[in-house]
């Protein structure tokens, strides 16, 4: 499902009436009527008392249309959160069809906030329609204490398109905004509302039908989508009855380091859950006896070791032997930042002719030099979490949370190759610009060695013959589902890593079976 940044929606818009002559005001009536639809969903407890909280642009215009079509249902009132002379003239038709409703419509303004307390209290449900797509915040004077209001009454609300006080480009969220039991998202969800923080204000996600043509959403040039468990499901291709293991990939994984033994394993473990045929662990030579011990299933190759327990430039024929058996490579887990392996490490890359995937202090070893990943010749995969992206990138960790679609874009046009930001709502986005949003996770996985499985799990799609935007974005969603299940057999702490990676082969097999919840509702 495409995610249209706001720009981007407004053009699908303008080419709405270009095209096919669709104008805005006929969007907008279809938009007010899926959102007293939705309202209706929500009033099925038995309440019919309906607050609009309407602002003076088009998304308040989405709601007083909501209100003539819930005006039948029951009580309707309509709180205009900026003065009625400052309402759009294209809007003033809409309030004069409520008035001829007998629908109650008051001004808020600075001196009535016990008066708007109340009447927030008294509702059943309240819609929030004060500021759209193009907001940025934050939300100030009457707004701001409407807002305010609204969320401390208790009463569910329903947002329409976006919760009032998000930023729909980049799922900021600066106080105060509303916290909705439920939004309403018109044509396509935007790209801001399914990113963190502003996708915990966006309760459940409707998307509603508003009369655009499939084929104009088609055509329109829209760079982030929304990971689906069907498109991972057409992604992944189904294993032939004659398959041998010869046809999965062989893996090879280059890390570890004295101390940290235990991340090549793990990465080992979520590419073999992955489907991988064959996985080698390159290692330094003092801890060729780990992974046996706890992966039987993998093999290992011991390769020369610096006197710190790391692996040693002095091996960089070894380990470039040891890549060139492998059909994808992941380099980086726990292989510390040794200068004599960071050596290694800048060495080696640029030789390899196997998909890479390349994570932690594997990252780490380009900190600041992010540009000289564009000389590896193979098709890459960098997998950074925020404190590594900022130091690829040589940025602050919160300049990078504060827009993580445009971060992941840049890192990957930087180093040419995909990049997975992960964290909460993982992104992947590709060379060109192409980027996937990533629905499945939830904060049990916040533990050490889960990006070590994930890593895994990129390199066993890659080695099977699946593209690296593909491989990467399949396997960030089978990770995050696989965490999911996880999550729910062992409950929101204390899950660890391998429990994941253990998850991963049944989380396909739930994809497969169109048994998952990606939780949009479409409204038809």
């Known amino acids: 499902m495409k995610l249209p940044t706001p720009a981007e929606m407004a053009a699908l818009e303008r080419r709405c009436q270009e095209a096919r002559g669709i104008s805005t005001g006929t969007l907008m009536e279809h938009a007010g009527r899926r959102t007293a639809e939705v309202a209706r969903r929500l009033l099925r407890s038995g309440g019919q008392r309906v607050v609009i909280l309407a602002g003076k642009g088009n998304n308040g215009g989405d709601g007083l249309v909501a209100a003539r079509h819930l005006a039948g249902t029951g009580p309707v009132r309509v709180l205009l959160v900026h003065p009625a002379r400052e309402i759009h003239e294209d809007l003033a038709g809409l309030l004069d069809a409520l008035r001829e409703r007998q629908v109650l419509i008051e001004e808020a303004d600075a001196q009535s906030p016990p008066h708007i307390t109340q009447a927030l209290r008294e509702a059943d449900l309240i819609i929030d329609a004060i500021f759209g797509t193009g907001f940025r915040g934050p939300a100030q004077g009457v707004a701001a204490r409407v807002i305010e209001a609204a969320n401390a009454s208790r009463v569910p609300i329903l947002a329409v398109d976006v919760p009032s006080g998000v930023d729909a480009t980049t799922g900021r969220a600066d106080p105060p905004c509303v916290h909705a039991a439920a939004t309403v998202a018109m044509g396509l969800p935007k790209v801001g ?31 982030s989508a929304l990971a689906t468990s069907a498109w991972v499901d057409r992604a992944i291709p189904p294993r032939p009855p004659d398959a041998h293991k010869g046809h999965f990939g062989r893996v090879a994984i280059l890390g570890g380091a004295r101390g940290y033994a235990g991340a090549p394993v793990l990465a080992a473990r979520g590419a073999l859950r992955a489907g991988a045929g064959l996985v080698t662990i390159g290692l330094p030579s003092s801890l060729a006896l780990v992974p046996p011990a706890s992966l039987p299933e993998a093999m290992t190759r011991a390769l020369p070791e610096t006197s710190s327990g790391t692996l040693a430039q002095e091996g960089y024929e070894a380990a ?205």
Do not use: W
Request: charge should be negative; hydrophobic fraction near 50%.
């Open 193 to 223: 509302t399914v990113q963190y923080p502003a996708a915990s204000c966006v309760g459940r996600l409707f998307v509603a039908d508003i009369g655009i043509p499939e084929s104009l959403v088609r055509e329109m040039p829209i760079g």
């Open 320 to 524: 470039l032997e040891f890549a060139a058996s492998a059909d994808a490579i992941a380099v980086g887990p726990g292989l510390s930042t040794h200068p004599d392996t960071i050596g290694l490490v800048r060495r080696l890359l640029p030789r390899l002719t196997c998909p890479v995937v390349l994570d932690a202090d594997g990252l780490n070893a380009f900190a600041g030099d992010a540009h000289r990943l564009h000389d590896i010749p193979a098709p890459l995969v960098i997998t950074p979490h925020p404190g590594e992206m900022a130091r690829l990138l040589g940025r602050e960790v919160r300049a990078v949370q504060d827009d993580r679609v445009a971060t992941a874009r840049e890192a990957a046009r930087l180093v040419g190759g995909v990049a997975i930001l992960k964290g909460a709502r993982t992104v992947v986005a590709g060379p060109e610009g192409r980027t996937l949003v990533i629905p499945t996770g939830n904060p049990a996985m916040a533990t050490g060695g889960m990006g070590d499985v994930l890593t895994g799990a990129v390199a066993a799609l890659m080695g099977a013959g699946l593209p690296a935007f593909e491989a990467a974005a399949c396997a960030a969603y089978l990770h995050g589902l696989a965490g999911d299940l996880a999550a729910v057999a062992r409950g929101e702490r204390g899950l660890l890593a391998r429990e994941v990676a253990d998850q991963i082969p049944r989380a396909l097999a739930r994809v497969r079976a169109g048994e998952v919840d990606d939780g949009i509702v479409a409204i038809p």
